[in-house]
């Protein structure tokens, strides 16, 4: 069946600094896929989508391409600040929801 | 425009006790999920609903869950007998609609369960 694997945390990361998390999938057909992102206290949030092949999703500096060839939706920003502290998930949509783990990340100043 | 609400945001029963959880989705969507989260993973989708019918309950523990969406709007998902296992939080979510491909969901603050 479908599934996400994505890199597991938690991450600790000083202000500024690069951030990636690896996040690949396994799918029959054509998903949509999914970087959500749940603050401390609140519920998932939806951070940015791409929703097919070579797509690349984008919100508040984080990127994600979506790569067919290695089935992959890494999520990048390129200088994290201590209000992106939060779980990453990764998830994939076929019609039904799958999603990672999760990936704890905490920005230091 | 008003999010998701679930109630209550904390439960603390024993186990074999019973506990439901209520949800109210956004005005107009007509999709509803049930996830269960345990504490590390990612959430897992229980249930869902399109209007008041299911669509989706293959990982719904059916001996002991059970979910209703009586009139296509509100939900409740409840839990007879609760488990130690079972100790999760329980999130609503609600999308437009449910054809293939991309709906966005958007998600409720959860209900934290904890089963002594």
């Known amino acids: 069946g479908d599934s996400v694997t994505q890199m597991e945390g938690p991450v600790t990361l000083s202000e500024e600094a690069f951030l990636t998390i690896n996040c690949t999938y396994t799918a029959t057909g054509y998903p949509s896929l999914f970087w959500y992102v749940q603050y401390p206290g609140e519920g998932l949030q939806l951070l940015l989508k791409?929703?097919?092949?070579?797509d690349k999703g984008s919100n508040k500096g984080f990127e994600a391409t979506y790569r067919k060839e290695t089935t992959s939706f890494h999520l990048e920003k390129g200088s994290v600040q201590v209000s992106d502290s939060a779980v990453y998930f990764c998830a994939l949509s076929d019609g039904q929801f799958y999603f990672g783990t999760g990936t704890s990340l905490t920005v230091i100043p | 425009e008003a999010g998701v609400a679930q109630s209550p945001r904390y439960k603390i029963i024993e186990k074999r006790q019973s506990v439901a959880f209520w949800c109210n989705p956004i005005?107009?969507?007509?999709?509803l999920y049930w996830y269960q989260q345990i504490l590390g993973q990612g959430p897992k989708l229980l249930i869902q609903f399109q209007n008041n019918g299911v669509v989706d309950d293959s990982q719904l523990p059916k001996d002991r869950f059970s979910a209703e969406r009586l009139k296509g709007v509100d939900s409740t998902l409840k839990i007879q007998p609760a488990k130690l296992e079972d100790s999760a939080v329980y999130l609503c979510a609600s999308s437009l609609g449910s054809s293939w491909g991309y709906n966005e969901q958007f998600f409720g603050p959860g209900t934290r369960l904890t089963v002594l």
């Open positions: 005005s107009g969507h007509a999709t």
């Open positions: 791409a929703t097919k092949a070579d």
